[in-house]
């Protein structure tokens, strides 16, 4: 097809770098995107109708355009410390970034509404600057001389850490105990890939795109990777619609990323009314971004079709927990939606998820550079919620949970389960007279005499948590280690495993 152009003036893209990583990346992406959008102006100016695909590229464009829009005045405060001519040159740089940014915003806007048609459009773009002044200016920048009190925080390190940065859930105790996500009582749904054969597409996901299970050199277990792509969704095979009330949890693991890495770069995790590969019309979503050169926050949007009524970016600085591990948790209570990055809350909207049609979970991957950037799903863990343990315990007299969780094979609680052992404090804060027996249970991994062991030393784990973060008196609590020898599930399976690996709470 020949090439067609808006009746705008093109702008050029600098023909050099200015030697500052984060704001040639900056400009790079800025006209990248741009590219795209004047490519589908002179489509609109020609009388060319869009299809679908360039539709969803375009609203694909549009959520890029904001991230980048968002993040120019953290990439102005990264030149301080240059030189005057670097500063000069970047300066005039970001600003060429910021104009093409402008017009890529609006003309997206005007293509997805149908309002760009061929007449004479209003001159955006001013000439642009010789390239040479450019390389040559000796123009100073505004207070040269003053350095900015605002400055992007760089992360320690580009290279994937092997563990978390708390490698023990007895370092740094204090850090959870105001931790208040509490998993779903009801196991819905769990893939660690164990049953999966390495190289294969795991067999309970679906996709229009491509993927793998791995194993990795520096994290245990299997993992699923992703691939990246426009309109390349994963999705978990679940049987039927999600409830009312529900949690979902994963690991992550990356690899490849730096300050290379771009600003799109993020992994949707969208709730639809639909199982299609596409948007439905009701959905929302969450984005946890990759992106290392500034910190480009948690996109969250939703949609009923004709109404937009979220759309913004939740200032967060992911780029260190991204690179070590991280474990995501996501509770939804109704129209209420939180989410978690290890033991910190990013987001909590009252109305988020505001149709019940909206039951549905795909991941989808935006982004990565093909070949260097890796991610990596593992352990997820959909529950049914909508009984408060605590109310349980008190009706009841006992409460049996799968929601603590320990590294494999040890007794060693991971920081994401404290917010059960949390609500089993308040209980016996409130009631000075309960003592309470805990007990562990396994699934049949390992030998019958190991899982004795080793379910004892998860109810001690317990206790001790109890004591020593939430001031329980030891002699109120007591405890009991039964391995396998009572399952509520099939062991063949990763769902019956992961039900009968539980702790029991249990009054004396």
Same mark, same amino acid.
């Given at each position: 097809m020949q090439s067609v152009y808006s009746q705008t003036k093109q702008l050029k893209r600098p023909k050099s770098t200015v030697g500052l990583t984060n704001v040639d990346n900056f400009v790079r992406e800025s006209f990248d995107i741009y590219d795209k959008v004047y490519k589908?102006?002179?489509?609109?100016?020609?009388?060319?109708?869009?299809?679908?695909?360039?539709?969803?590229?375009?609203?694909?464009?549009?959520? /890029?355009?904001?991230?980048?829009?968002?993040? #120019?005045?953290?990439?102005?405060? /990264?030149?301080?410390? +240059?030189?005057?001519?670097?500063?000069?040159? +970047?300066?005039?740089?970001?600003?060429? +970034?910021?104009? #093409?940014?402008?017009?890529?915003?609006?003309? +997206?806007?005007?293509?997805?509404l149908g309002q760009r048609k061929g007449e004479e459009q209003e001159q955006e773009q001013e000439e642009e600057t010789n390239t040479n002044s450019e390389n040559n200016t000796t123009k100073q920048p505004q207070n040269?001389?003053?350095?900015?009190?605002?400055t992007s925080i760089k992360p320690e390190s580009t290279t994937t850490s092997t563990k978390p940065e708390s490698t023990n859930a007895s370092d740094n105790l204090e850090i959870y105990s105001k931790f208040d996500f509490v998993p779903g009582d009801e196991l819905i749904y769990f893939d660690d890939f164990s049953q999966d054969f390495i190289g294969d597409f795991p067999s309970k996901w679906n996709t229009n795109g491509s993927g793998e299970v791995v194993k990795l050199s520096k994290a245990n277990g299997k993992w699923f990777e992703f691939k990246s792509g426009y309109g390349i969704y994963f999705m978990p095979l679940i049987d039927n619609k999600l409830p009312e009330e529900y949690t979902i949890e994963f690991d992550l693991f990356t690899e490849g990323l730096s300050n290379n890495t771009s600003s799109t770069a993020k992994l949707n995790i969208i709730f639809d009314d639909n199982q299609g590969f596409s948007y439905g019309n009701n959905y929302a979503k969450a984005a946890i971004p990759f992106g290392q050169y500034s910190a480009f926050g948690i996109?969250?949007? @939703?949609?009923?079709?004709?109404?937009?009524?979220?759309?913004?970016?939740?200032? #967060?600085?992911?780029r260190n927990k991204v690179l070590n591990n991280p474990h995501i948790s996501i509770a939804v209570n109704k129209k209420r939606f939180r989410l978690w990055v290890n033991q910190t809350k990013y987001i909590d909207i009252p109305q988020l998820i505001y149709n019940t049609n909206i039951a549905f979970l795909k991941f989808e991957l935006r982004g990565t550079a093909e070949g260097e950037e890796h991610i990596f799903i593992s352990n997820l863990k959909i529950a049914e919620g909508g009984?408060?343990?605590?109310?349980?315990?008190?009706?009841?007299?006992?409460?049996?949970?799968?929601?603590?969780?320990?590294?494999?094979?040890?007794?060693?609680?991971?920081?994401?389960?404290?917010?059960?052992?949390?609500?089993?404090?308040?209980?016996?804060?409130?009631d000075q @007279?309960?003592?309470?027996?805990?007990?562990?249970?396994?699934?049949? /991994?390992?030998?019958?005499?190991?899982?004795?062991?080793?379910?004892?030393?998860?109810?001690? #784990?317990?206790k001790n948590a109890l004591v020593n973060v939430y001031k329980i008196s030891e002699n109120r609590l007591s405890t009991q280690g039964k391995g396998e020898t009572e399952p509520v599930a099939d062991n063949n399976t990763a769902n019956g495993k992961a039900k009968n690996r539980r702790v029991e709470f249990v009054k004396i």
């Open positions: 589908y102006d002179g489509y609109a100016q020609a009388g060319t109708p869009l299809d679908d695909d360039d539709i969803d590229t375009l609203e694909e464009a549009l959520e /890029d355009l904001d991230v980048l829009s968002a993040s #120019a005045p953290d990439i102005l405060s /990264d030149i301080d410390g +240059a030189s005057v001519l670097k500063q000069g040159k +970047a300066t005039l740089q970001i600003n060429k +970034a910021k104009k #093409a940014l402008k017009y890529s915003i609006k003309t +997206a806007k005007e293509l997805l040269q001389n003053t350095k900015s009190t605002t996109d969250v949007d @939703n949609n009923n079709g004709s109404n937009q009524r979220i759309n913004v970016t939740v200032t #967060a600085d992911l009984i408060d343990l605590r109310r349980q315990l008190m009706a009841e007299g006992k409460v049996s949970t799968n929601g603590i969780l320990f590294d494999s094979g040890l007794a060693t609680i991971k920081p994401q389960s404290f917010g059960i052992i949390r609500q089993i404090s308040q209980v016996l804060n409130q @007279n309960i003592k309470l027996n805990i007990i562990g249970h396994t699934d049949t /991994d390992g030998s019958n005499d190991s899982n004795l062991k080793l379910s004892k030393a998860r109810a001690e #784990a317990v």
